[in-house]
């Protein structure tokens, strides 16, 4: 009985997995919004029903990839943060990020969610203002707000930017790059 269990969630399993390849291929032709489920589904080469019995619109699947990329992102970023280590947070990230490329690609295109990245290094927002004080940044909060958001949006555009030429560099190095980019831009105001 445990078998045919199994079985049934392999099948939806891969069924998710064909959905899902194919929104990525649509989205690389134009946005979520112009998709419908029948497109979709001819993409995807399979019925509306099994479309509908997972889904309810193309808008809904695209959430569910944007969550799962997210949480597993997060989780990466939680354990990162836990051992106080950026190196090791941003390389978590990026190699989730190359993990996912073609998913991420579409995100950050014109036709996706070009927030999504911003959202997923917030998560580190709280524990980067802890670590910039400890440091000895001891400007006031509104002013350590504009320094977090100038070193978010380059490491975001620095992603993006990678992405684009198509992540020819190690995720490592695209992670030390922004580090040591973000350490020198923030040093400036050790003291202040």
Known sequence: MK??????????LYTKMILKESLVELMKEKPIGKITPTELCRHANMNRNTFYSHYDSPEDLLRSIEDELYEQIKHSIVNSLSKGDIFLLLSEICQAIHN????CSVLL????????????IDLA?????????????LLEK???EFLYCFSISGSVATIQK??????KQRPEDIARFIEKATQHGVRGFVGR
Not at 3 to 12: A, C, F, L, Q, Y
């Open 100 to 103: 996912n490329g073609d998913l």
């Open 125 to 137: 927002h709280d524990r980067t203002i802890e670590e910039w004080r400890a440091a000895g940044i």
């Open 3 to 12: 078998h045919s269990g199994e079985k049934i969630d392999r099948r939806v």
């Open 109 to 120: 295109s014109e036709y996706g969610d070009k927030d999504f990245f911003r959202h997923l």
């Open 162 to 167: 990678w992405i684009q030429d198509g992540m």
């Open 142 to 144: 509104e002013k350590v």
